[in-house]
């Protein structure tokens, strides 16, 4: 296209062309329309352009952002329309702040003359996104569409990631581009290395006779786990990986204790209760692994990109504001290290109950599922889950190898996060098995998005575990509320007696049939097992199917998630079974 013809779509597209966007997930409509036409029209003359994955609905375009953003580390950006598209995008905005996933998210905007008005789909992004989103912006003014959209991705990315929300407004689109306005000038003042914050650090690692690494998300954003794994070998100290960081240790590695917290690991847990130093790298500290007492008797030191991180919910000294890749190589670089064999010896007998063993019944244990998935995938599939107790048995029965292999909602919570996510996250590594592993309660969120999975051709095999019950409430109620389960079973019609609380077979059926959906769907095979001694070779059946799978897995509704740490507990509380 001639400069001189170019509107705001043709520099919106130029802009994302340059910064190597090679796929949007998003929804259409009216206050977009015109970056449509101009990705259709440069289409139509084979020129390059990102590829666009038209999703059912805005929020789940948003979680694909997430997923493609987790399993890359690259940015993820998603593209909706003003009104409903916008605010259908404030759970996948908020869910990306707290696990500070790098993602752009692009809302469409009524004409700038209209703001104010009340028009048409008209909200006020801005004001609706700034207290969950690092930084957005109201594009109101074509001259000022590039460097907003060059400042945006490189916000997202760099420090402490984040999403970051650009609402452009319908006119800015159409309007011809003529001359850029250069980018604001900021003020960013970076804070040099500190040495001997790093070198105290250090010092009390060597100390320390029962030392713990409590590694978080940010190793696996700094793309630091291979720092980390030499790190604790030089220094011979365990490592707990919290939620966001699964997979930064090989789970057989030696240092590895696995996930600490409110269903963690009983090697983490039980290190994290008897250390007297926990050193905290690139992790906040959140309240279902800060159990009550969590400092008590022990030293807290914190390195930690983001500086209002350092003493935010613990006082920790020694603290080191620095990206993790500096501390890391600073302490790999100096000649220092340190023996704990007694301290190694007692955490490696506390391993042999990783993950925790279970028992066999009558019914498919969601554990045996999860471990059969993981043996016959050697631990190296990209795994996506929803939210709720298979989430929690995914992270304890799934042999993790790899950073970036674990795709699931950690600070917000957000069921129906696992379907779009796993979309966005095949877009991000194609090469890799893609399994999902969800919850009847959460897979029914967003089942609309199979639409989008099967018209992709997206060889996911999914597999849901399904108890008949909103699962991880349910066990909550049994322990608090004495088994009331009348909000919590999804089996319960008006006919029902309000104080059954048993769901066999006959009630089963009164929930819906996933394994009809290949109706729906005729390129997605579906399955169902319900007998233990078939599920291994059925999950088998269901990963060499070449294309996209659905397995209904009913499981025995009676299990709960152990270990557990209730909420106003110790880690020295844990319920083990």
């Known amino acids: 296209m001639n400069d001189s013809n170019r509107t705001g779509a043709g520099v919106f597209w130029d ?24 990705l259709n029209r440069r289409m139509g003359r084979g020129e390059p352009v990102p590829g666009f994955v038209l999703f059912r609905q805005e929020g789940g375009a948003g979680h694909a952002a997430e997923g493609y953003a987790r399993a890359s580390g690259r940015t993820g950006v998603a593209l909706v329309t003003s009104g409903p598209g916008a605010t259908n995008l ?44 690092k930084h957005n912006y109201l594009v109101k003014e074509v001259a000022d569409l590039e460097w907003v959209l060059r400042e945006a991705f490189h916000l997202a990315a760099t420090g402490r990631p984040g999403p970051v929300v650009v609402d452009l407004c319908k006119d800015v689109q159409l309007a011809a581009a003529g001359s850029m306005n250069p980018p604001h000038k900021r003020r960013h003042e970076s804070i040099p290395f500190d040495q001997g914050r790093a070198n105290a650090i250090l010092d009390a690692l060597s100390r320390a006779e029962r030392p713990v690494v409590k590694a978080g998300g940010g190793i696996v954003h700094a793309n630091a786990a291979e ?39 009983i090697p983490a847990n039980y290190a994290l209760r008897d250390a007297d130093l926990i050193l905290t790298l690139g992790g906040r500290f959140d309240d279902r692994v800060a159990v009550k007492d969590f400092a008590a008797g022990k030293r807290i030191a914190h390195v930690d990109i983001d500086p209002s991180e350092i003493g935010k919910s613990i006082k920790a000294e020694p603290a080191l504001v620095a990206d993790l890749k500096d501390f890391l190589r600073y302490a790999l670089a100096s000649d220092r290290s340190a023996r704990h064999p007694d301290w190694l010896a007692r955490v490696g007998a506390w391993r042999e109950q990783m993950p925790k063993p279970y028992g066999a019944g009558d019914y498919i244990k969601p554990q045996a599922v999860v471990e059969t998935i993981s043996e016959l995938t050697a631990g190296d599939a990209t795994l996506a889950t929803g939210v709720g107790q298979h989430q929690m048995w995914a992270t304890q029965y799934y042999r993790f190898r790899r950073p970036r292999q674990w795709i699931s909602s950690g600070g917000l919570g957000t069921m129906g996060f696992g379907l779009p996510a796993a979309i966005g996250a095949w877009y991000a590594n194609p090469e890799k098995p893609l399994v999902l592993i969800d919850g009847d309660g959460s897979f029914q969120m967003n089942i609309q998005e199979l639409g989008t999975l099967v018209a992709n051709r997206i060889p996911a095999k999914m597999f849901v575990l399904n108890n008949g019950y909103l699962g991880m409430v349910r066990q909550w109620e049994d322990m608090m509320d004495d088994g009331n389960h009348y ?16 769901l066999d077979r006959k009630c089963r059926t009164q929930l819906p049939n996933l394994t009809a959906l290949q109706f729906v769907y005729p390129q997605l095979k579906t399955m169902r097992v319900r007998d233990p001694r078939a599920m291994p070779g059925m999950v088998r059946e269901a990963l060499e199917h070449p294309g996209p799978v659905l397995v209904d897995v009913w499981i025995d509704k009676t299990e709960n998630v152990l270990p557990m740490v209730q909420p106003g507990r110790g880690l020295g509380e844990m319920i083990e079974s």
């Open 15 to 38: 802009v994302l062309g340059s910064l190597g966007v090679t796929s949007l997930f998003g929804h259409t409509g009216g206050a977009v329309i015109p970056l449509h036409v101009e």
């Open 227 to 265: 720092l980390l794994r030499r790190f604790v070998e030089r220094f011979e100290v365990p490592v707990a990986t919290t939620f966001n960081a699964l997979g930064a240790m090989p789970f057989d590695h030696a240092c590895n204790l696995g996930m600490p917290g409110m269903h963690g690991s």
């Open 90 to 133: 404030i759970t996948p905005i908020a869910d990306a702040y707290k696990d500070s996933i790098p993602t752009v998210f692009i809302t469409g905007q009524v004409p700038s003359f209209a703001i104010g008005t009340d028009a048409f789909q008209e909200v006020d992004t801005v004001g609706l996104t700034r207290p969950i989103s």
């Open 487 to 502: 909000e919590t079973c999804l089996a319960r019609t008006v006919e029902c007696d309000p104080g059954c609380i048993d």
